[in-house]
Nanobody, 123 residues
Framework: QLVESGGGLVQAGGSLRLSCTAS????????MGWFRQAPGKERKFVAV????????VYADSVKGRFTISRDGAENTVYLQMNSLKPEDTAVYSC??????????????????WGQGTLVTVSS
């Protein structure tokens, strides 16, 4: 029900825009988040946006470089990634939570997940 796209190979300093499109249901009232999992490491929080788009939080590691946004009309959430670094290499997954408050850092807070898209940043 959540499908990510936009991943790929990019050089350090470059940019990518990830998309997460919902199908089968609307997620307009859900909080939407992005997580990433590097090889051999656990999945980590990247960013979250509230259902109305006014509550946004970023992980310190991406603050100032990544921007999360959502388009309710298209049922899509975006992650614009600029100034990419090799340590940003990971599988990026979007997730939807029916909650508007709580521990958005926790994977269990989310009810639906996409399959992920691979981002590789070369040095």
């Amino acid at each position: 029900q959540l499908v990510e796209s936009g991943g790929g190979l990019v050089q350090a300093g470059g940019s990518l825009r990830l998309s997460c499109t919902a199908s089968g249901r609307t997620f307009s009232t859900y909080s939407m988040g992005w997580f990433r999992q590097a090889p051999g490491k656990e999945r980590k929080f990247v960013a979250v946006v509230g259902w109305s788009g006014d509550r946004i939080v970023y992980a310190d590691s991406v603050k100032g470089r990544f921007t999360i946004s959502r388009d309710g009309a298209e049922n899509t959430v975006y992650l614009q990634m600029n100034s990419l670094k090799p340590e940003d290499t990971a599988v990026y997954s979007c997730a939807a939570s029916r909650y508007s408050s709580g521990n958005y850092l926790y994977t269990g807070w989310y009810n639906y997940w996409g399959q992920g898209t691979l981002v590789t940043v070369s040095s």
